[in-house]
DNA sequence: CGACCGATCCTC
DNA sequence: AGGATCGGTCGT
């Protein structure tokens, strides 16, 4: 039913996986049910060099560690207090790098997304999913699940179908505090696909 | 040990 | 444009 993504894809170049994550599915089972996402917007982060990563400069912390871990395993951390992130590990082992899922387009699940989102029965299904703490929400995906390995069956990426689409990309979102890093064309989306976050320049 | 602030979202 | 909300991180 579903084909996996196996370790291999994940332990390849950063920006490549981030790339290709694109038109790939999210699967989550829980106990209420199975939820799927097509995977239209992502970004790389690279922490040995890159000032806008958690892990800049290598520093491990108990915040990052997972990240210096297996690759394909998810990096889940908290922002703004109340929000949650959801990254895949990836690249060469151990460098801590990242491939953060930023959108995705419901595929499966949508009456559980919007319990679990808090909205009415009757809002559109374009504002569910289409950012990274949305995601999470929908999924269902709190700290709890930080270091769960993605190769395993409760929480995994899939192959998508093999429908074409052009690749857009733009600066990431919300690291202006990142010099010269705040700049790179690390963020990637499917082009014309309504659920992308939002529209950046370059 | 205290102060600062964010890989966001929602409402005004 | 501004508030919510809190733990990680860093400076003292």
Redesign the pocket.
Known sequence: MFNKLSREFYERDPITVSIELLGKLLVRRTKEGEIVGRIVET?A?IGPYDK????YRN?K????FVQFGERGHA?IF??????H?F?VVVGQKYIPA?A?IRSVEPVKGIELMKIS?GVKNDVPVT?LTN?????CQAFGITEELNGIDLCGDDIFISEGDSKPFEVGRSR????D?AEEYKDVLWRFYEENNEFV?KKVKE
């Open positions: 970004e982060y806008a990563s958690h892990a520093k912390t108990k915040r990052n990096y908290r922002v703004y207090g109340m929000h992130c990254c990242v953060l989102r504002g950012g990274p703490s949305k995601l990431r979102i919300g690291i505090y976050s």
